[in-house]
């Protein structure tokens, strides 16, 4: 590639992102829109996957979030733990003043 990049007549500059690499054409004949649309899909594709898959927000997301609940799951025990026990002692205190 010494001259400047031309880029697809349609498609203009966007499918010249494939850093100077030049895909083999399918089955030696010439390339049509459709299979450079769909080449540059897939190496767009396979770039967010492989992104996504070493992100690592999502997991610390994921933790956060069951931190989170079981949090909460222990508040609401607590809380009702408390109020039976609380409840419990009215009972006692209202039998003890009834006699």
Known sequence: ????????PTLGNRVSRTS???FPKLS???????QVHARAMRTRVRY???RLWHDNAGA?????????GIIIAL???GVALAGSWASGMWQNLLSILGS
């Open 75 to 77: 508040a609401v025990i």
């Open 60 to 68: 610390s997301l994921l933790e956060y979030t069951w931190l989170i």
């Open 28 to 34: 030696g004949a010439k390339e049509v829109p459709a």
């Open 48 to 50: 967010r996957l492989r």
């Open 1 to 8: 590639m010494d001259g400047p990049s031309v880029g697809h």
């Open 20 to 22: 100077g690499r030049d």
